[in-house]
């Protein structure tokens, strides 16, 4: 079945640092890929997604590139600000499969 | 607004005793889902409808009911909740179930003593 493998957390950063956070994934076919957010005391939000190897979804400064050779989809900031402080998941969905399949998260402290 | 609406958001009771929580989404999605998150162990799918009268289970059904007799309706039901069942629940609607972006509502924490 699909699954989807993300770096074990706390990040904690200084605000401004460069922020990766990884995400490999196994499927069979052709999923799409995902990053949601889910900032305290709320639900998930997507935060950007991409559907076919190679694009490179982006939002709000995060991107993350699609990368079917390496079945990898690593979320990264140039520059991370306080307000980013966070939990992320990445997920997929489609790939011979119906059933959405999400990471564990990874949560992101961000310090001034 | 687009939205998931869930209810209630906050909800605590005793063993045994039958409860609901009720999941609505206004963007005529035909595919919706429950999740419960748990520390350590990230989300995980409890049931999800593909459309009207479709409904099937995801990996952690155990004591958990659903139903949809409304496209819009999704309600999770636990008939003899238990304090295992003690978590915090998330309601999720897509346009369908394959390669699209799910829409989130805001949560539902409950607590069985």
């Known amino acids: 079945g699909n699954s989807v493998t993300q770096m074990e957390g706390p990040v904690t950063l200084s605000e401004e640092a460069f922020l990766t956070i990884n995400c490999t994934y196994t499927?069979?076919?052709?999923?799409?890929l995902f990053w949601y957010v889910q900032y305290p005391g709320e639900g998930l939000q997507l935060l950007l997604k991409?559907?076919?190897?190679?694009d490179k979804g982006s939002n709000k400064g995060f991107e993350a590139t699609y990368r079917k050779e390496t079945t990898s989809f690593h979320l990264e900031k140039g520059s991370v600000q306080v307000s980013d402080s966070a939990v992320y998941f990445c997920?997929?969905?489609?790939?011979?499969?119906?059933?959405?399949?999400f990471g564990r998260g990874t949560s992101l402290i961000v310090h001034p | 607004e687009a939205q998931v609406t869930q209810n209630p958001r906050y909800l605590i009771t005793v063993t045994g005793k039958k409860l609901t929580v009720t999941c609505s989404q206004n963007?005529?999605?035909?595919?919706m889902s429950w999740y419960r998150q748990d520390p350590g162990l990230g989300l995980r799918q409890i049931y999800y409808?593909?459309?009207?009268?479709?409904?099937d289970k995801g990996d952690v059904p155990e004591g958990y009911k659903v139903s949809r007799k409304e496209k819009r309706n999704f309600p999770l039901i636990l008939e003899s909740p238990s304090p295992n069942q003690t978590s915090l629940y998330f309601c999720?609607?897509?346009?369908?179930?394959?390669?699209?972006?799910?829409?989130f509502g805001d949560g539902t924490r409950l607590s069985i003593l």
């Open positions: 963007m005529n999605h035909e595919y």
């Open positions: 409808s593909m459309n009207v009268e479709v409904t």
């Open positions: 991409a559907t076919k190897a190679d």
């Open positions: 999720a609607s897509s346009l369908s179930g394959r390669n699209q972006p799910q829409h």
């Open positions: 997920a997929l969905s489609g790939g011979g499969s119906y059933i959405p399949t």
């Open positions: 499927a069979t076919g052709y999923p799409s």
